[in-house]
C-alpha cells in the first residue's frame, strides 16, 4: 500500500527550507519551543503507535476491577489464550491475502471444509492421524489454489472469487456430511497437536504463537514480504520495478488457504467434531482485526502485531462483557462497530487497498 512519506526530524516538519528563510518573526521565537514541540509530537506518535497495547492493558485493568474474582484468574486467561487461536491464524489468512492488494472472502469456508476433510479421512479404511492431517492441508493448499487462479490468472474481482469458492466450498460440506456433525472416528493425534499441556499452556497456543512469527518474518523481513506489500500498494508501479505481481498473488491466495486449513485443524482438534456450518462465522471478526490493527504499530500499513494485538482487544473486551452478564449478540455488533472505526482510523493509507 502507499508508503507515507516521512520527515527526519518529526511531525510538522518542513523539507527544503534552511535557515535562510527564516523570518523575524519566526527568529523571535523561544528556543525552548522546538524541543518542546519534538517532544510533543514523539509522544503523539509513541500513542497512536502503540494505541491497541494501551487499550489491551486498560481493558485488562478496567475489567480486573469489575469483576476480581472471575475475570483475571489462571483458568480464564488459559481459556482466552486458548479460544483465540483459531481466530488469531484466521485473521492471518486474512491479512496476507490484503498486504498483496487482495481479499479472501473464503478463508472461514476453508476452514470448514478442511476440518470436514480431515474428519473423513480419520473415519476412512485408509485413515490414519497423519494421513488425515495430511489431506486437510493438501485440501487447504488446493482452495487457495483455485482462489489463486481465479483472481491472478484470470483476473477475476477477489471478493467475487473468492466468495464463490466459498459458496461452493459450504454446498460441499454438507454433501460430505448430509447436513450432519462428525464426531466418529477423529484421531486422536489431532485433539493431542491442539490440546495437549506444555508448561500449561494447551499445544495449539504454542503453535498460533510459531504461526504468528512465521507471518511476521515472512511479511516484515523477507524480499518476499517487501514485494507483497509493494503490489498492495500499487501494482502498476511494482510491474515497473520488475516484480512478478502474478507470482506474489498467487503465493498470497495459497498462504491463505493452508492458514486457514491450520485453522481447521484447531478447530477439530479442540472441538472434537466438524461441524458443515463451522467457518463463516471468523470472517468478521478475522477482518475487523486486520483492519483494526492497521491502526497500531505501523499506522496505515496492515500488519502482524497490529492484527494480533486487535484480536486480544477484542476478545479481552467480550469476555470482561460476558463475565458482567452481557448478552450474547453483543460480540458481532462489537465486531461490527471495531471493522468501520478500524477502516476510518486507518484513513487515507488503506484507501488504495479498499479502492481496489
Do not use: C, H
Not at 15 to 25: E, F, I, K, N, W
Not at 63 to 68: A, F, N, V
Not at 115 to 133: D, E, L, P, R
Not at 280 to 299: C, H, M, Q
Amino acid at each position: 500500500m502507499p508508503a507515507r512519506a516521512e520527515t527526519e526530524n518529526g511531525a510538522g516538519s518542513v523539507t527544503g527550507t534552511d535557515s535562510g528563510d527564516l523570518t523575524p518573526m519566526a527568529a523571535a521565537v523561544s528556543p525552548d519551543a522546538s524541543p518542546r514541540a519534538g517532544r510533543v509530537g514523539l509522544v503523539r506518535r509513541y500513542l497512536t503507535r502503540y494505541s491497541l497495547l494501551v487499550l489491551l492493558v486498560f481493558l485488562i485493568v478496567l475489567y480486573s476491577i469489575l469483576k476480581p474474582s472471575t475475570f483475571l484468574t489462571v483458568t480464564n486467561l488459559q481459556s482466552m489464550l486458548l479460544q483465540q487461536t483459531v481466530p488469531t491464524v484466521i485473521a492471518l489468512a486474512v491479512l496476507v491475502p490484503i498486504v498483496a492488494g487482495g481479499f479472501d472472502l473464503s478463508v472461514g469456508y476453508v476452514l470448514g471444509f478442511t476440518a470436514i476433510v480431515g474428519a473423513k479421512v480419520g473415519a476412512g479404511a485408509i485413515g490414519s492421524g497423519f494421513t488425515a492431517i495430511a489431506f486437510l492441508l493438501v485440501a487447504g493448499l488446493a482452495a487457495g489454489g483455485l482462489n489463486a487462479i481465479l483472481v491472478a490468472k484470470l483476473r477475476i474481482s477477489s471478493f467475487i472469487a473468492t466468495l464463490g469458492v466459498g459458496l461452493s466450498l459450504s454446498g460441499i460440506m454438507l454433501g460430505l456430511t448430509g447436513g450432519q456433525v462428525l464426531y466418529a472416528g477423529i484421531p486422536p493425534v489431532i485433539a493431542r497437536i491442539s490440546l495437549t499441556p506444555i508448561l500449561g499452556i494447551d499445544a495449539s497456543v504454542w503453535l498460533t504463537l510459531v504461526i504468528v512469527l512465521l507471518v511476521y518474518y515472512l511479511l516484515a523481513r523477507l524480499p518476499l514480504g517487501r514485494k507483497m506489500y509493494a503490489v498492495g500498494g500499487n501494482e502498476q508501479v511494482a510491474r515497473l520495478a520488475a516484480i512478478n505481481v502474478t507470482r506474489i498473488k498467487v503465493i498470497a491466495f495459497v498462504l491463505a488457504g493452508l492458514l486457514s486449513a491450520v485453522g481447521g485443524l484447531l478447530t477439530l482438534g479442540q472441538v472434537g467434531s466438524a461441524d458443515p456450518s463451522t467457518g463463516p462465522e471468523f470472517l468478521l471478526p478475522a477482518f475487523a482485526a486486520v483492519f483494526l490493527g492497521a491502526t497500531s504499530i505501523r499506522p496505515g500499513f496492515f500488519n502482524v502485531w497490529g492484527t494480533v494485538l486487535a484480536i486480544f482487544v477484542l476478545a479481552v473486551n467480550f469476555s470482561g462483557l460476558t463475565l458482567l452478564g452481557a448478552p450474547y449478540w453483543i460480540s458481532p455488533v462489537i465486531d461490527g462497530i471495531v471493522l468501520v472505526i478500524g477502516v476510518l482510523v486507518a484513513g487515507k493509507g488503506l484507501r488504495g487497498v479498499l479502492s481496489g
